[in-house]
């Protein structure tokens, strides 16, 4: 699922999910609460963040072309990707095309 950084719902590529919304809006506060934690550190931009929890991976991932990390600004693309596959779902290859992804969708992103 694509959402907004303030975790409104944009796409759903996905099916079998309860709770889409708020599975999404869940995942966009872990991922916005590690981009501040990473900051805080002086560890630089967070840009992804993997769960590994019982029954599923949850992996949510930021681009944000512009030059504040936990802002957009005009003409810079700023979406979160959030990506949840099973246990057993291999991870390296999910978050390669994660990153395919969200790079194709800077495009439709730029305001």
Same mark, same amino acid.
Not at 11 to 25: C, F, V, Y
């Given at each position: 699922?694509? !959402?907004? &950084?303030?975790?409104?719902?944009? @796409?759903?590529? #996905?099916?079998?999910?309860?709770?889409?919304?708020?599975? #999404?809006?869940?995942?966009?506060? !872990?991922?916005? /609460?590690?981009?501040?934690?990473?900051? +805080?550190?002086? @560890?630089?931009?967070?840009?992804?963040?993997?769960?590994? @929890? +019982?029954? @599923?991976? %949850?992996? !949510?991932?930021?681009? /944000?072309?512009?030059?504040? &990390?936990?802002?957009?600004? &005009?003409?810079?693309?700023? %979406?979160?990707? !959030? %990506?949840?596959? /099973?246990? +057993?779902?291999?991870?390296?290859?999910?978050?390669?095309?994660?990153?395919?992804?969200? /790079?194709?969708?800077?495009?439709?992103?730029?305001?």
């Amino acid at each position: 699922m694509s !959402v907004t &950084p303030k975790g409104e719902l944009l @796409a759903n590529h #996905g099916k079998d999910l309860q709770n889409l919304e708020a599975i #999404g809006i869940l995942a966009n506060n !872990v991922l916005l /609460n590690a981009q501040k934690a990473a900051l +805080d550190m002086g @560890a630089g931009r967070g840009q992804q963040v993997h769960v590994e @929890a +019982d029954n @599923a991976n %949850v992996l !949510v991932r930021c681009l /944000n072309e512009g030059t504040d &990390p936990l802002n957009s600004q &005009p003409g810079k693309a700023h %979406v979160h990707l !959030v %990506v949840v596959v /099973n246990k +057993d779902a291999q991870i390296g290859l999910a978050k390669l095309k994660m990153n395919q992804a969200i /790079n194709k969708l800077a495009d439709d992103f730029r305001v």
